[in-house]
């Protein structure tokens, strides 16, 4: 394993948790945090596997860093914008009105994201490689 792939794959790992705290604790129903904790780990492993096999199968350069650390702040954003959403739906309590076509994308997120890597990482490793060090 990539050693510079383990802490954005955590990073990625954890965001699940985190916005189950802020749907739920930051809307008063601290009681229902962690509630379906085996929901949680399958949204968690499916947010981070991407970046566990990019980080088992790529060897550590600098563009690949660079790849994983660019796509878990993006994927950062998606679950935080979901984590929003879902906070504003259970403080409105309009039914129905959750936000499917958001929940519909994190699905396909981590397939987006391996897209992602492999062009950050290809036009950066063209740069270095081409004697540009930005």
Known sequence: MNKQAI?????VFLLPFLCDVIIFGGSGQ????LQAPAILIGNAVFA????LVIGAVMRPRRSVTLALWVT???TGL???SYAISGWGYQIEKNDGM??????MFLMVWPFICVILMGV???FK???IQGGSNV
């Open 30 to 33: 601290s009681d229902k945090v």
């Open 48 to 51: 981070a596997f991407p970046f």
């Open 125 to 127: 490793e063209a740069d």
């Open 120 to 122: 950050i990482a290809k």
């Open 78 to 80: 998606v679950w935080m």
């Open 7 to 11: 802490l954005p794959t955590l990073f």
């Open 98 to 103: 959750a936000n499917l076509g958001l929940s």
């Open 72 to 74: 878990a702040f993006l």
